[in-house]
């Protein structure tokens, strides 16, 4: 699927953050009164500078992450997206996969109201 541009560069902006743990890719990128669902069964952290602690937290917490986005569909100013994921855990050194779907409600192109994540752990190889 051709997503648009302002979809692209948003995930392409997240990627970056994730992988080179560079908070300035996540600036502007959630509404102040954004949501954060990390699982379906949790509640989701409430406004940016409770978002931007969680993303900094568990981002600093990782390393050698590889990840890659497809986006599934969007409909108006909401994306589908697959996330998948590989990266070593600092503390134990640990290797993770993850394979997720990610929703993305969008106030604006670009700048996200609610991210809501359904993500599997699996046991396969590393992405390359």
Known sequence: MTAPVWVEEF????RRGVAEGAMDAFEGRFAEDAEYYT????APLRGRDAILAHLEKQIGGQRDMRGMTEVLNVTGMTALVRWRASYVLRADDSVQHYDALILYDFAAPGVCLRRRSWAVQWAETPLP
């Open 11 to 14: 995930l392409a902006a997240i």
């Open 39 to 42: 699982s379906p069964q949790l």
